[in-house]
């Protein structure tokens, strides 16, 4: 037969090490968040790698990183050249092709952190604005470069702040998960003789 200060010893110790096993665990949560962002991140880029290879964007890649814009070379930023009738037609092609790669960080986006596709989109229409600003004669090859790795920079700061709200909320619902359990814990040592 077990005693009763052996069953309040065994009570207590299972309720502390359920606790313990809480606090030490790690947030799979932003983890998982995090490896799916680098994951989704990395298709991304070998989309656009995929797209940028082929022979007609070529000449376009002189003008800009086809895969990456902070890929960007000095002598890239500073090109005072407008688009040529050419290079409009490539860049209208490439554009039309990258979508499928939008279309999949969308999709994938709005699986892993669906406020981030709102971000996503209006990046896409900045790009898109200074796109048409660069077709319309309106800024050169080096300011369209210059405003999209703008639009990118946001974009990333925008979704690092997402990040770090999410973990604080995270953490505080397993703060307060926590101080649920101790509470429990204390109620129960009280009922222990």
């Known amino acids: 037969m077990i005693s009763a200060m052996n069953w309040a010893f065994g009570i207590r110790l299972t309720i502390l090490l359920s606790v313990a096993g809480c606090a030490s665990q790690p947030d799979f949560s932003a983890k998982s968040m995090l490896v799916e962002t680098q994951r989704v991140s990395k298709e ?18 002189r003008r800009m990183p086809l895969v990456d814009p902070f890929n960007a070379t000095l002598a890239q930023m500073s090109d005072t050249a407008m688009a040529t009738s050419d290079e409009i037609e490539a ?18 986006a709005f699986k892993t952190l669906p406020t981030a596709t709102s971000l996503l989109l209006s990046t896409w229409n900045k790009d898109d604005e200074a ?11 080096g300011d369209a ?4 790795r703008r639009n990118r920079a946001e974009l990333l700061a925008a979704l690092v702040n997402q990040a ?16 649920r359990r101790v509470q429990i814990f204390g109620a129960l040592t009280n009922l222990a003789p």
Do not use: G
């Open 44 to 61: 991304t880029l070998a989309c656009r790698a995929t797209i940028a290879a082929k022979p007609a964007y070529r000449e376009l890649s």
């Open 91 to 108: 860049l209208e092609s490439w554009l039309e092709d990258t979508r499928q790669c939008r279309h999949q960080v969308l999709e994938e």
């Open 131 to 141: 796109f048409v600003k660069l077709i319309e004669h309106k800024v050169r090859w």
């Open 145 to 148: 470069l210059i405003l999209i």
């Open 164 to 179: 770090i709200e999410i973990a604080k909320q995270t953490r505080q619902e397993r703060d307060a998960e926590m101080t």
